[in-house]
């Protein structure tokens, strides 16, 4: 069978070519250490765990579930962002729990996007805002991040191009693979912008608890809802990876104009997911607090690795990676093929993340200091 135009333009996720590779040399026997993949290595909370056993045994618990969520699922994200980011949600109306908050950047791209609209993507990025709009016959129009700006968008740069048939921005702060934060007055800035130019933000947002002692939602900003929908997920904050489950909020007209996409695309959430992660929101701050102590103790070791590596970190970065520019006359992508096949260590090339990525390495925090000091001692024999 011949495959569908759209997939002409989307390639396969780097990763998922790139680590076939990693398994390859694994099975010839290479003690590979994987420092490029940001899949939390840690538990998720106890009491969540307990929680999902416990729901399994609920006489319901095997049905079809609500197409939005249990409502204790919703009133939970209400809480969460409530009690974190001081921002007022309405459970029944500007939340949609999801299956992972890739599902989210899918069915906003359906709900939103005609063949031919064009979608300000950041340049440094994740590369699924890129593929999905492909996906949907919509045209990437890339905005350029880079260190002298913070890696924040330049809004008045923005402003003098043609914005006429832009219709959606991706922004993700904090910002992955940069680290990089975004402060209120910024978000507050954008949300000018997105008014001005009649543009949907979506802020991607499931760094905010990590290596952050302060986190942020784009919803705080006065009048952001008609504007603005936020991403989040307990992938990452809770080390639920695997569970699949994130959240969409945002105003009550866009979240039934995506309802409309997702409610024929899935028939609810499996019952002890959602009862599992209600009890993850609710945690207090002590669950981040422990949790951050561990990444800190990691992001230490990573920077000795960085600086025997002779690359040179970003400052103050957030969240579970370190982003690096390798030395001087090195592409990333030579610098790691020769660091996985001289030393067996894996991290990811910035060029993956787009052209502004290039002269960058981005290390994972998600392995434990035995495993980093290990790959300390390769690089210094």
């Not at 492909?134 to 923005?158: F, Q, S």
């Not at 982003?323 to 991290?347: C, M, N, Q, Y």
Request: aromatic letters at 10%; proline letters at 6%.
């Amino acid at each position: 069978m011949v495959q569908a135009k759209r997939l002409d333009e989307v390639k396969e996720y780097y990763f998922s070519s790139k680590l076939r590779e990693v398994r390859a040399l694994e099975a010839q026997g290479k003690p590979i250490i994987n420092l490029g993949i940001g899949s939390p290595d840690l538990p998720p909370p106890p009491q969540v765990i307990s929680k999902l056993n416990e729901a399994l045994m609920n006489p319901g618990a095997h049905q079809y579930q609500p197409y939005k969520g249990t409502a204790d699922f919703r009133n939970a994200i209400q809480e969460f962002y409530k009690n974190h980011y001081h921002v007022s949600l309405d459970p029944e109306k500007e939340i949609i729990p999801l299956m992972g908050s890739k599902e989210g950047i899918t069915h906003i791209s359906m709900a939103f996007l005609n063949k031919g609209d064009q979608v300000l993507i950041p340049n440094p990025g994740y590369p699924t805002y890129s593929s999905v709009t492909k996906l949907v016959e919509a045209e990437a129009v890339y905005y350029e991040l880079d260190a002298e700006g913070k890696w924040l968008p330049d809004l008045e740069k923005l402003a003098k191009k043609d914005l006429s048939k832009v219709k959606l921005m991706w922004v993700n702060y904090p910002h992955m693979p940069t680290g990089a934060s975004a402060n209120e007055d910024f978000f507050s800035e954008l949300v000018a912008f997105a008014k001005k130019w009649q543009i949907l933000i979506v802020n991607d947002n499931p760094y905010s608890f990590i290596l952050n002692d302060h986190p942020e939602s784009i919803l705080k900003t006065e009048g952001s809802k008609e504007v603005v929908l936020e991403l989040n997920s307990l992938s990452k904050s809770f080390n639920m990876a695997g569970w699949r489950i994130g959240m969409l909020c945002g105003s009550e007209e866009n979240i039934n104009t995506i309802l409309k996409v997702k409610t024929n695309m899935d028939s609810g959430m499996f019952y002890p997911l959602q009862a599992g992660a209600a009890e993850a929101l609710r945690l207090d701050k002590k669950w981040f607090t422990a949790q951050n102590e561990i990444y800190r103790r990691r992001k230490d070791k990573v920077l000795e690795l960085a600086a025997a590596l002779s690359c040179t970190p970003e400052k103050d970065q957030q969240g579970m990676f370190i982003w690096a520019r390798v030395p001087e006359g090195e592409t990333s992508e030579e610098f790691v093929d020769k660091l996985l096949h001289t030393h067996d260590i894996f991290t990811a090339p910035g060029f993956i993340f787009g052209s502004q990525g290039e002269g960058y390495i981005r290390f994972s925090l998600c392995t434990d200091e035995d495993n980093i000091s290990e790959a300390i001692k390769r690089v210094k024999k």
